[in-house]
């Protein structure tokens, strides 16, 4: 089983920045594509941004393209998100995702990903 362990949330003005990360446990041959959604209060959870097993591609969601980087390291089994310009509709619990199967492409659905971290609040501040 592998376990998701997210960190770097926090509160910040908009305009702002954070990285956030996510540790894996296990070996990257476990794990392909990963990616974050995030969850707003009375709100349905979305997809922000994926990348594949190797770094070279990766997907966003209208919303965030232009203001947060995907990327990760498999060395240190660690995927993070760059945010900047943040702004307060940003604010939510985001997760970090993980998904064991091939695919020919980056999954953005929910549903194609096995395993999740408990989230990590950022609020952002108008």
């Known amino acids: 089983q592998v376990q998701l362990v997210e960190s770097g949330g926090g509160l910040v003005q908009a305009g702002g920045s954070l990285r956030l990360s996510c540790t894996y446990s296990?070996?990257?041959?476990?794990?392909?594509?990963m990616g974050w959604f995030r969850q707003a209060p009375g709100k349905v959870r979305e997809f922000v941004a994926a990348?594949?097993?190797?770094?070279?591609?990766?997907d966003y969601a209208d919303s965030v393209k232009g203001r947060f980087t995907i990327s990760r390291d498999n060395a240190k089994k660690t995927v993070y998100l760059q945010m900047n310009s943040l702004k307060p509709e940003d604010t939510a619990v985001y997760y970090c995702?993980?998904?064991?199967?091939?695919?020919?492409?980056?999954?953005?659905?929910?549903?194609?990903?096995?395993?999740w971290g408990q989230g990590t609040q950022v609020t952002v501040s108008s």
């Open positions: 995702t993980a998904d064991r199967s091939v695919r020919g492409v980056i999954p953005t659905g929910l549903l194609f990903y096995d395993y």
């Open positions: 990348i594949s097993r190797s770094g070279g591609s990766t």
């Open positions: 296990q070996g990257t041959s476990s794990i392909y594509a």
